[in-house]
């Protein structure tokens, strides 16, 4: 499966990105390849690659990894880059585990069915307003006054549940998440997307 997560350094073009492909994984063998594409005529190799976007726009980044036995997944997703100033609100990014599939039928076993935010940087980041969201549409908003702690991680389970500081409830009645391939997108109060997550499983 081809995946990958990209989180943005600063608010305008010249834009530097952070791209990590670490989270894809070959179902029988190792991954040994990783080529990027980044919608702008710039391409990379590597597991971890960082890219500046020089002007304002919209670029597909494309990530194809290829295992030992030579067999190659694709994922790529849409990324804004625009100019315009708002102020610094932390580093926060999508992480380790993205449960989308869950045990059994999702749809049965809504809260195992979870994604995890990182806040990465060294001081705490008041999500008032942030909202998390997928290819289809599904969108949550962060309860109001919800803070996330420097170094801390945040679980969003699909389901419903009692809210604490590290572990957060949508409250759907039904699966977001495709278990094949999705886009998780993180904005900030003003819209900006802070963190992206793609992932595409790979074709037998």
């Known amino acids: 499966m081809a995946a990958f997560v990209a989180s943005v350094d600063g608010e305008s073009a010249p ?4 791209f990590d492909g670490s989270g894809s994984y070959g179902r029988t063998n190792v991954i040994v390849g990783f080529v990027w594409a980044f919608g702008d005529g710039h391409s990379a190799s590597g597991r971890q690659v960082t890219h500046t976007y020089a002007e304002p726009g919209r670029y597909t980044v494309e990530l194809t990894v290829t295992d030992r036995r030579g067999r190659s997944a694709r994922v790529s997703s849409g990324m804004d880059v625009r100019v315009r100033q708002l102020p610094t609100v ?4 999508f992480a380790e585990p993205f449960h989308a599939n869950a045990v059994g039928n999702d749809n049965a076993n809504l809260n195992d069915e979870y994604v995890t935010v990182h806040n990465e940087g060294p001081w705490d980041v008041d999500l008032t307003a942030w909202t998390l969201g997928d290819e289809g549409g599904h969108v949550y908003r962060f309860p109001a006054g919800f803070v996330l702690r420097a170094e801390a991680y945040v679980s969003i389970h699909t389901g419903t549940g009692t809210d604490t500081a590290h572990v957060l409830y949508w409250g759907w009645h039904e ?10 997108i993180l904005w900030d109060a003003s819209g900006r997307i802070v963190s992206l997550y793609a992932y595409m499983d790979a074709q037998e």
Do not use: K, P, Q
């Open 15 to 18: 834009l530097t990105v952070h």
């Open 90 to 93: 932390g580093c926060l990014c």
């Open 175 to 184: 699966e977001i998440w495709n278990n094949e391939s999705d886009i998780a």
